[in-house]
């Protein structure tokens, strides 16, 4: 079976620097990128499925590709910030331009994708919206997973009741059954697909006593709440101004995908995508709320097509 390698690159912050973790799938000479960005308490293995599905269709058709998946800082390998100022939007944007600009360095970038779940998919609008950055190339297909320039209030209330409480685990499925509680919208899985997307999320405890059960803690950084829970309503109003007008600059051919029961991207919102700025194709998914996983056979197929169609033509 396909594996990733993990890789690092080094990005600075107000405290110095810290270093970014990222999977790379496929061939890491192509000049065909498409980069993963994950959700805000997840890390990059979520895109295994996506990954792997993409690199077998690339070599099915003889086509070279090289799929990254980061570890946004504060998060799986990557590293914890000092100052949890940093764990917003504009910093990670920062580091993206960072790890891309170090792909370049390494191999010639023609062609450029972006997959963004959650906030993976608003560090890509923000990078899409300004034409001005210091990019390798322009994005060429942009996919919005399950988020958009309007965040419903009521959902980020939601996200922050449990966000930053981790607590410890006596195992690997007793961790992977506590983050279904709170990830249940995620949709249907088998119990191996949720374990599967489950152990990334979590590490070994250090203890002191060798001779002490084994125990597991989830892999973010707590703090990340710290940014997160400051948010008022009013300041979000005024983000949600300012990413309409990045969504508005968006050339990128867009896919937005949406969960029916979404309660963070409404429906009226994703009509909106599709009407204004890039025009996104909407692609929603029965029985999913926030966010699809992209890893039932139906959610990477939509994904996987829509990337590779010029590659069909």
Sequence with gaps: MI????NYVTCPDSAGSHRMAFWQWGDPASAHVVLCAHGLTRQGRDFDELARALCE????TGVSLRVICPDV?????SDWLKDPAGYQVPAYVSDMLVLLAKLQSEAAIDVLDWVGTSMGGLIGLVICG???LPLPQRVRKLVLNDVG????????QRIGTYLGKGGEFESLQQAADAMWVISSSFGPHTPEQWLALSTPMVRPVDDADTSAPKRWKLHYDPSIAVPFTAGTQASTLESQAMLWRLYDQISADTLLLRGVESDLLSAETAKAMTERGPHARLVQFKGVGHAPTITSADQVEVVADFLWASHDQ
């Design 149 to 156: 320039p309007t965040l419903e209030w009521s959902a980020l």
């Design 3 to 6: 594996q990733p390698t993990l």
């Design 57 to 60: 269709r690339a070599s099915d």
């Design 130 to 132: 300004q034409a001005d």
């Design 73 to 77: 800082v504060g998060r799986g390998q």
